[in-house]
């Protein structure tokens, strides 16, 4: 049987809670972070967001080893 590749995008993106709620990181953290405080930058780092549950199956495709309860 072969491997199953993660998709590694996918893994810097995406959080599968305990029970199975697929969480997304939020946007604005990529440049001109300077007038930010470090409250702010250290909120965005973390995932809060919930992702559509039209969007899972996609989302779980690509995380084959998570362990996601469907």
């Not at 893994?11 to 305990?18: A, G, L, N, S």
């Not at 997304?24 to 930010?36: S, V």
Request: proline fraction near 4%; glycine fraction near 6%.
């Amino acid at each position: 049987m072969p491997k199953l590749h993660t998709n590694h995008s996918a893994k810097k993106r995406f959080r599968i809670t305990k029970k199975g709620k697929v969480l997304a990181k939020g946007g604005g953290k990529q440049h001109i972070n300077t007038h930010m405080s470090s409250k702010k930058k250290r909120h965005i780092r973390t995932p809060k967001f919930q992702v559509h549950e039209t969007l899972v199956e996609h989302v779980v495709k690509q995380l084959p080893y998570a362990k996601y309860a469907r």
